[in-house]
């Protein structure tokens, strides 16, 4: 979604009857009200929502006017929180966010572009990560992620850049009190910090709530957990790459571009311990949802 917090399957199961439901008011009044990112996984109806610029879009999503994460030099940051010690998840992760910058599953995301029709690059890097031990507890509001940001930022454990997306991965001790396993199992969202417009997103680990955010408990890296943060992490970077502060890419429900695609892999493969994967980035497999392609109608993929 627009503030896209990466919804929980049952969540996403209403969300698809909604979704008809508001197909049918669109067909029948033809001028149902556009719904915007609100950072919840829901679109919410605006009184004024922006209206799409540059004419209609024959791709099922629409261009609101704001800024997307073009150049060549866009950064991931990881802040790990709370307890990682012995979990395979920070090589797992790690080696994701190295690889998927150039691969066709990104590609997709080249399809988006800006009002002066500069499109995204297929490039994104890994550029470092620190870690947080529970300075804000075992249970965080939306605001004390934003402080875990800014705190890894003004201490100088990471470098002030909006060029990026810093990511708070909570491990499984640790909730986001705003419907962690519940309403979402991730979001990403905008603020400023320093004076800078920071882009971040919260990604807890799933084996808190398997059931809720976990793909499969038998994974291809031997780590179900890190696993679903995979998809999830893929799921949120690809919305701040094409909908950084929430006023760019997404469609007239208020979904963003992974939001559309959401829980949907595609043609998989068995992968050496039998579980399901459906890319290889580096030398993993990944089980990692499909992207919207904004290109030739538009369709859910896993490259482009
Ligand atoms: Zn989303």
């Not at 300075?135 to 850049?161: E, F």
Request: proline fraction near 3%; charged fraction near 15%.
């Amino acid at each position: 979604m627009s503030v896209s917090r990466q919804k929980v399957r049952i969540v996403t199961t209403i969300m698809v009857v909604l979704s008809f439901a508001a197909i049918a008011v669109a067909q029948a009044g033809g001028n149902a009200p556009e719904l915007q990112p609100t950072g919840k996984g829901w679109g919410e109806r605006v009184e004024h929502a922006a209206k799409p610029t540059g004419g209609a879009t024959t791709n099922g999503i629409v261009y609101h006017g704001g800024p997307v994460m073009t150049g060549t030099g866009n950064h991931i940051y990881f802040i790990w929180y709370g307890n990682w010690s012995g979990n395979t998840a920070t090589t797992i992760l790690t080696d994701l966010a190295s690889k998927i910058g150039g691969s066709p599953y990104f590609n997709i995301n080249t399809t988006y572009y800006d009002g002066s029709n500069t499109h995204v690059s297929n490039a994104v890097a890994y550029a470092g990560n620190t870690t947080d031990n529970y300075s804000l507890g075992k249970s965080l509001t939306d605001a004390n992620i934003q402080s875990i940001v800014a705190s890894a930022i003004t201490s100088g454990r990471l470098p002030l850049d909006s060029h990026a997306v810093y990511f708070v991965l909570t491990s499984s001790d640790v909730t986001a009190s705003s419907g962690f396993c519940t309403q979402y199992c991730g979001w990403h969202t905008n603020g400023t910090i320093s004076g800078t417009d920071i882009k971040y997103s919260f990604v807890g680990n799933p084996d808190r709530c398997p059931s809720a955010c976990e793909d499969q408990t038998t994974s291809p890296n031997g780590n179900a957990g890190a696993d679903g943060m995979a998809s999830i992490i893929a799921h949120e970077l690809e919305e701040a790459t094409t909908d950084p502060d929430l006023n760019a890419w997404y469609d007239r429900r208020g979904q963003e571009n992974a939001d559309k695609c959401a829980w949907t892999f595609g043609t998989t493969y068995a992968a050496s311990n039998g579980s399901l994967a459906n890319m290889k980035l580096g030398t993993r497999d990944f089980l990692i949802q499909r992207n919207w392609v904004n290109a030739n109608g538009g369709f859910c993929a896993l490259s482009w």
